[in-house]
């Protein structure tokens, strides 16, 4: 009688063991799933098509992207906005929102995070730990109806806007320019934890301001970031009517810079024809620069352009740089 070898009977050992694996395939399979869904959550990474219902979500990256593959009854509404009545709270690890433009269908919105002309008073309410992203070609962020967003924000703040259609922060009553008979402000609070604010539109013409309030009641809030930058081709701060307010990090906002900065051609970093612009930080420096088109022999911009209503600018730090009201003028455009 012929024995076993040692080598023999492991590769039969091995055999069997994988005749165990083909035979229990499904279970294997079903195995294999989950542990690739769990790679992913304590990945934290989570892409979805758009949020209109509340998210809890705390431990997640969310990011949201559209594409010329973004379906039209998805497009025509912002990647976040409320879908029913009663608003929404987004609270995630961090938030990314991105619109590339690339779509065809004729009524998309360009938008970011908007409030639901339907739904008057439906507040949207985002609680990100880390870092909020917005870039869009219109509009980062839209209030209206007497309908709000707040933010409380971890890390940083980028809102850009590319087209100059739009500008990067817009508050108004009825969705298109000021109106008194709003029973409530469609206001927009963001508040950070120390981190940079940038809020940028990259486009001047027709109306790409980096921030734009027509609504009398409105109040519009930045507050908290170490640094502040808000830049636009077209007007820094646009006020028809409403209040603007930015405040630096620290007690009271005392600590931090401001930047408003206006590079389009015969622009400034203010505007105001009502409402009020309060800006309050360790630094602050509003100019304009005029560097929107360089071939021009006459270029230049203003700091502050006040046809109306009223500016109040505060520096607190005593070794900052105080506040800086600068104008570099061609010879045709005047300094406000």
């Given at each position: 009688m012929i024995s076993e070898t040692d080598s023999e009977k492991q590769r039969k050992k091995t055999m069997r063991h994988a005749e165990t694996i083909i035979l229990t395939g499904k279970a294997v399979t079903a195995a294999v799933a989950a542990a690739l869904?769990?790679?992913?959550?304590?990945?934290?990474?989570?892409?979805?098509?758009?949020?209109?219902?509340?998210?809890?979500?705390?431990?997640?990256?969310?990011e949201i992207h559209y594409t010329s593959d973004t379906p039209a009854s998805d497009v025509i509404h912002a990647p976040v906005e409320p879908g029913a009545e009663g608003g929404i709270t987004v609270t995630a690890k961090s938030l990314t929102i991105t619109d590339d433009g690339t779509s065809d269908y004729l009524y998309q919105t360009y938008s970011g995070i908007a409030t639901n002309s339907a739904y008057p008073g439906s507040?949207?309410?985002?609680?990100?730990?880390?870092?909020?992203?917005?870039?869009?070609?219109?509009?980062?962020?839209?209030?209206?109806?007497?309908?709000?967003?707040t933010a409380t924000i971890g890390g940083d703040l980028t809102l850009?806007?590319?087209?100059?259609n739009g500008s990067t922060i817009q508050a108004t009553d009825t969705g298109e320019h000021g109106s008194d008979d709003a029973t409530a402000g469609s206001n927009v609070t963001l508040k950070l934890n120390g981190g940079k604010a940038v809020i940028q539109s990259l486009a001047g013409a027709p109306s790409g301001n980096a921030i734009?309030?027509?609504?009398?009641?409105?109040?519009?809030?930045i507050e908290g970031a170490s640094e502040t930058v808000i830049s636009s081709m077209a007007y820094g701060i646009y006020v028809n009517e409403g209040r603007v307010e930015v405040s630096g990090s620290g007690e009271n906002g005392s600590e931090g810079s401001i930047s408003v900065v206006s590079h389009g051609i015969g622009t400034a970093g203010i505007y105001t024809y009502g409402g009020s612009v309060t800006l309050q930080a360790g630094s602050v420096k509003v100019w304009g620069d005029g560097e929107e088109n360089d071939a021009m022999e006459t270029k230049g911009g203003g700091s502050i352009y006040a046809?109306?209503?009223?500016?109040h600018i505060t520096s607190l730090d005593p070794n900052g740089t105080g506040v800086q009201l600068l104008s570099f003028n061609g010879n045709q455009y005047p300094n406000g």
């Open positions: 869904l769990a790679m992913a959550s304590g990945a934290g990474a989570e892409t979805l098509t758009r949020i209109s219902t509340s998210i809890n979500e705390p431990d997640t990256d969310i507040d949207i309410t985002l609680n990100i730990a880390g870092d909020l992203s917005v870039t869009v070609p219109r509009v980062a962020i839209k209030t209206s109806y007497g309908s709000s967003v850009t806007t590319s087209d100059g734009d309030l027509e609504s009398a009641p409105s109040v519009l809030r046809f109306g209503g009223s500016v």
